[in-house]
């Protein structure tokens, strides 16, 4: 208990910022880890091999979020546990989420596996990049239970304030899989197998490493053999925290790979530059992303301590936090743009390249609204609220989906990023609306 981190007490500003900082590097460490694949391909492989790797992740990302968003639920569960000092039912949550959890996830790797290939007819895959596809999926889905056991436990150091602990892991992982990528891929002549074999590899490292970081670490928080019990009340206040967190994230992946296939339908150029250019955007992602996890979890200890004050002072500097870094990674997403892609493609000519930048140009300046989304979404996950975030979400999506099949074929890209752009500021305003509408009743 020592060890770990009373975040119902002190400064808000200062411990959103503290644990935001873990959880942006994290993040875009993550993200160097998406990309390193693409990256790899992108020199000592074939241009179709690359445009296989975006329409490959999109569909992984489909998988990993689904695992990513009900931990994200957990999390909040174990972070009010935590908050509110209840460390025999934070052991026994250890247990019931280890144990549902793992069997879960290992039925979605079958499946995912078993039904791959109407997956990818239903995305639309081009059949020129079909066996690539499957040749890299095929391996990574197998590694999915290592996804859910990495982000587990990165969800319990997380509740604890420890966020630091997950930045070490994603380091040692991130250096094997850039290591495994280019000794498989440009040395072996793999091509987009030795990339999915690097991952799978890299991703069984981290969670190897979270696991026995948490128990080395955080002893006085292991579940043990009294803690193994069915405790019928956090069962159900799990599956309904994992569920509908999980569908929000689903949904939102679900809305990217419709886009995905409206971008098939207009080539493997466009395929390329889609590909490029949403691998830089999401490491402007990861600053909102880490914001609003940051938030949810300072609202959801001190919401289970019962600090209401706290937890309304958490969502206004949460606010004025991430609409400040929104500003800044507009700017900085603006100006970077064009060399970014030149990165990612390996040249500055051509249609990809054009669209690429003129999507992330056109996003640039949209994004304020993303950051200032996600203290909402964080906010409203931490005081138990999670429909309201998903409901919001899915509208979003739906608009972005919609747009995107109307307008790519006259536009191309730019029309995806003014989608996007259009659902952030509805959902924005969905939120204030619902948030005043609860103060009033307050």
Known sequence: MKKSIDLTQGNMKLHIIRMAIPLILGNILQQTYNTIDAFVIGRYASELEFSSVGVSSSIMNLMIFVIVGACTGISIIFSELYGGKQINKFRTEHFLVLTLGTITTLCISILAVLFLMPILHLTQTPPEIMNYTVSYLRIVLIGLPFVFLYNLYNSLLRATGKTSMSLYILLVSVAINLGLDLYMVGTLHMGIAGAAWATFFSQAVSAIFS????????PDLRCCKDDCKWDKSLIQKTLHFSIVTSVHQASLYIGKLMVQSAVNT?????????????????????????????????????????????????????????????????????????????????????????????????????????F??????????????????FIGAAGHISLRVILSWIFIQDYQLPAVAFATGIGWVLVNLFWSIYQFAVSRRA
């Open 211 to 218: 696991v026995l970081i948490f128990y080395i670490k955080l």
């Open 372 to 389: 200032t989304g996600n203290t909402f979404a964080g906010y409203l996950d931490g005081i138990e609220k999670v429909s309201i975030p």
């Open 266 to 370: 207009t080539g493997t150029e466009m395929i390329a530059a889609y590909t490029a250019a949403t691998r830089i955007e999401g490491y402007a992602n990861s600053f909102g992303d880490s914001g609003a996890a940051a938030t949810s979890v300072i609202i959801a200890q001190n919401h289970g301590a019962g600090k209401q004050d706290r937890v309304k002072k958490g969502f206004w500097d949460s606010l004025v936090l991430l609409f400040s870094l929104g500003i800044v990674c507009s700017i900085i997403l603006y100006l970077v743009s064009p060399n970014a892609v030149t990165l990612i493609l390996g040249h500055t000519y051509g249609s990809a390249y054009q669209n690429a930048v003129s999507y992330l140009r056109i996003i640039a300046f949209l994004y304020t609204f993303c």
